[in-house]
Every structure is written in C-alpha cells, then in structure tokens.
C-alpha cells in the first residue's frame, strides 16, 4: 500500500490530566502515515483522486484544537477515527502524537503514543425463521449501512435452507454481507448483538429458532478464540447454508486457518451430501 506520511505536525491544544495542562495548553506533535492507493492520482496528476495532505493537516490541527482529553491516548484514539471517516480514500493509517512539555520532574526529550487504525474486511453470516424474515434481514444490513463505522460493499442474494442442529422449525432465509468497517471483531460483535436485540432476538433453545440471526465469520485474517468470540466462526466449513451465499459474494476469500476457498469449503460439503 502506498503511503503519505506528515511529520512533526505542531498543534497547540488543551490535553491533559492536570488542571493547567487544559487551562493553559501545550504544544504537540502529530506524525502520520498515510496507507492509500496512490497509482491513479500520480499517474493522472489528478489531487481529486488522492488525499489531501493539506486537508489532513488542518483537520487535525482544527480537531485536536476543539476538543479536549485528559489523555494523548484518547486524543489519538479520536484523531484517528475521525481522520478514517473524513477522509474516504485511506484505507490504514499510523498516527502518533508527542507530547514535549509534559509535566514530567525529570530530564526527558518527548512522551508520544502511536496508534494503527484503519478499515478490515469483515464477512458476516445472516439468518432469519420468525416474522417476516426478508424484513428481518434487510433491516439488519439497513443498520450497518447507516452505522458511519461499516461501510457495506455486498450483499448476497436471500435463500431458503432448511433447518441446522436438529431443532425442528420452520426454513430459515439466509445471506451473506461483505463490509469494511473500523470496529474491532470485539466491538462489531456488540454492533451485530445490538442489531438482533432491536429485532427481538431471544435466545432460549440452542440452534433453536430466531427472529435474526447474525454471525461474524471472517475478519480478514484474524485468528481468535474467548469466551465471547471466535474467529474465523469455528463451524463454518461445515454449514453449507452459510457458505452458499458468501460463495456467491467471496468464493476466493481464504480460511486464515484451512488455508481453503469459500467457494472449495463450499464443493466438499455439494460433494459429501450428493455422495452415495
């Protein structure tokens, strides 16, 4: 990835733990590197197909002029996630912010924290049995689109399945949702969480049925197991009503652990159920 890079950006703001520190105000220093595509902007010398430099500094200088934090921390952590939704075109970024006039009784240069932030690719698994289940579905990737943290970039078409577990009910419809979005796997676990709750998700038999259903499968090539979270989704090779329709929207997208294609996770279970 291409990258614009700002250093030593002066900023003279109100941050900090003491009194004085936001009474008063300090100077600060912000580097950034810039992840973006560059190609078409320099190859067409076209600023409109960049980002621009210029802008980014007054808009961190104004940001970090009008707001106030007790820590460098939270002021970098805001820096960045505003600079991520102003600014469409980068995609990752690393922001550090020195502080040289810290209130620090001994000798020292500068105290600074640096941040990596940016946009992941995430694909989620939907479902729905209960009520209207297209409403339910289309509701659901409704509220990631209007979510300023996800940027939905497709959406597979809804299909019939029957049931999984063994719980008898009625069909489900199901999709796939392919999004970018700024949360970590934690945070958008709570988004999609605060989604079913708004459609009256109730969980009372496992594998049982569901006014929406929605799963995180893949985010990017992150490996992760808590008590709360797994990624990638720890079943999903062997769920043919997940892979189906994010075959349809992914089929080259990996398992950061199979190391298989949806679209070849997806034949071996046609294979397995068709065989004699």
Same mark, same amino acid.
């Given at each position: 990835?291409?990258?614009?890079?700002?250093?030593?950006?002066?900023?003279?703001?109100?941050?900090?733990?003491?009194?004085?520190?936001?009474?008063?105000?300090?100077?600060?220093?912000?580097?950034?590197?810039?992840?973006?595509?560059?190609?078409?902007?320099?190859?067409?010398?076209?600023?409109?197909?960049?980002?621009?430099?210029?802008?980014?500094?007054?808009?961190?200088?104004?940001?970090?002029?009008?707001?106030?934090?007790?820590?460098?921390?939270?002021?970098?952590? %805001? #820096?960045?996630?505003?600079? =991520? !939704?102003?600014?469409?075109?980068?995609?990752?970024? *690393?922001? /550090?912010?020195?502080? @040289?006039?810290?209130?620090?009784?001994?000798?020292?240069?500068?105290?600074?924290?640096?941040?990596?932030?940016?946009?992941?690719?995430?694909?989620?698994?939907?479902?729905?049995?209960?009520?209207?289940?297209?409403?339910?579905?289309?509701?659901?990737?409704?509220?990631?689109?209007?979510?300023?943290?996800?940027?939905?970039?497709?959406?597979?078409?809804?299909?019939?399945?029957?049931?999984?577990?063994?719980?008898?009910?009625?069909?489900?419809?199901?999709?796939?949702?392919?999004?970018?979005?700024?949360?970590?796997?934690?945070?958008?676990?709570?988004?999609?969480?605060?989604?079913?709750?708004?459609?009256?998700?109730?969980?009372?038999?496992?594998?049982?049925? %569901? #006014?929406?259903?929605?799963? =995180? !499968?893949?985010?990017?090539?992150?490996?992760?197991? *808590?008590? /709360?979270?797994?990624? @990638?989704?720890?079943?999903?090779?062997?769920?043919?009503?997940?892979?189906?329709?994010?075959?349809?929207?992914?089929?080259?997208?990996?398992?950061?652990?199979?190391?298989?294609?949806?679209?070849?996770?997806?034949?071996?279970?046609?294979?397995?159920?068709?065989?004699?």
């Amino acid at each position: 990835m291409d990258q614009i890079i700002i250093e030593e950006l002066a900023v003279f703001a109100h941050h900090g733990v003491y009194r004085e520190e936001n009474e008063k105000g300090q100077n600060f220093y912000v580097n950034a590197v810039l992840e973006t595509d560059t190609r078409r902007a320099g190859t067409l010398d076209d600023l409109g197909l960049s980002t621009n430099y210029g802008e980014v500094c007054a808009f961190v200088s104004s940001f970090l002029q009008e707001h106030t934090y007790r820590l460098i921390e939270t002021a970098a952590e %805001r #820096t960045a996630e505003a600079l =991520l !939704l102003r600014f469409p075109l980068i995609r990752r970024l *690393t922001l /550090e912010i020195r502080k @040289p006039e810290a209130p620090i009784p001994l000798p020292f240069g500068s105290v600074s924290v640096k941040i990596v932030r940016g946009w992941r690719r995430a694909y989620l698994s939907c479902g729905s049995n209960m009520g209207d289940r297209r409403a339910h579905l289309d509701g659901a990737v409704e509220a990631l689109k209007a979510d300023d943290k996800c940027r939905v970039l497709r959406v597979s078409d809804w299909i019939e399945t029957t049931p999984y577990g063994g719980v008898e009910q009625d069909d489900f419809l199901n999709g796939a949702v392919m999004l970018d979005t700024i949360y970590t796997p934690e945070e958008l676990l709570e988004k999609l969480h605060e989604i079913e709750n708004d459609h009256q998700r109730e969980r009372k038999i496992h594998w049982g049925p %569901r #006014t929406l259903d929605l799963d =995180l !499968l893949l985010y990017e090539d992150c490996v992760m197991c *808590t008590e /709360e979270l797994a990624v @990638p989704h720890m079943d999903m090779h062997n769920r043919a009503f997940v892979l189906k329709p994010l075959a349809q929207i992914a089929p080259y997208e990996r398992h950061p652990l199979l190391g298989k294609s949806v679209l070849q996770m997806y034949e071996e279970i046609e294979a397995s159920t068709s065989s004699p």
